[in-house]
């Protein structure tokens, strides 16, 4: 590695070989409306291998995963993939999503604290802006864990470094990612219950195409050619 280390058989259309080359915005617009009914099969995948709750994170590894072919413009075939994805990353898309929930608990936890001590010490605005940064740094890791986790095959001390480390050299894609996820959750909640039939089938996956394709660019450039 380099310095970062309906019918679900259906193939996903991909793009043909002789389509002029887009990039940007263009592109992710063009391969959102072709993939779109790839993205509702993949959602509904996603909320349904997430029931049992403990498979969270191996689903949410095999939605990335399927995610990540997508915005490469690779074929997909939307169950064979998820379900192969689910087995082969269960471990260790399980540990990795156990250390941010109990990061960001923690951190949460003490945010609050210091939140409701602050009207008596002025001095835990110190502590209280060190959690936010922490928070901040986290989420940013947090966009590229999954995509590495899925794409590449490092270890999970690794992962973790360089998602870190991606998040900050490709700074303007981390915070077009975390902008339009804000957005997309914010909406979903706040407009809760007129958002359940996207909430069903699109939220989840549309959350993890816009990350997908905007890590993209980053691990190609700096783990696969590397």
Excluded at 71 to 91: L, P, T
Excluded at 106 to 120: D, E, G, K
Excluded at 138 to 146: A, D, E, M, N, R
């Amino acid at each position: 590695m380099g310095f970062l280390k309906a019918n679900f058989q259906k193939e996903g259309k991909g793009i043909s070989k002789d389509t002029p080359e887009k990039t940007g915005f263009a592109l992710f617009l063009e391969t959102l409306i072709r993939e779109l009914g790839s993205l509702i099969k993949l959602n509904f995948l996603f909320l349904l291998f997430s029931i049992p709750i403990i498979t969270i994170p191996a689903s949410f590894a095999a939605l990335t995963n399927v995610s990540m072919k997508i915005a490469r413009q690779q074929h997909v075939f939307v169950f064979s993939d998820f379900k192969e994805s689910f087995k082969k990353n269960w471990k260790q898309s399980s540990l990795l999503g156990i250390f941010f929930l109990l990061l960001f608990s923690l951190v949460t936890i003490s945010l609050i604290f210091y939140s409701n001590a602050l009207p008596n010490n002025n001095f835990l605005y110190v502590p209280l802006f060190i959690c936010i940064f922490i928070n901040l740094l986290l989420l940013f890791s947090f966009i590229y864990s999954f995509p590495l986790l899925t794409t590449v095959k490092l270890s999970l001390k690794d992962t973790l470094k360089n998602s870190f480390l991606l998040s900050i050299i490709s700074l303007k894609n981390t915070l077009i990612a975390i902008v339009f996820t804000i957005i997309i959750f914010s909406v979903s909640i706040f407009l809760f219950p007129f958002t359940i039939f996207a909430i069903l089938t699109l939220s989840f996956s549309l959350t993890a195409f816009i990350n997908s394709f905007f890590s993209w660019p980053a691990i190609q450039q700096y783990v696969i050619k590397n």
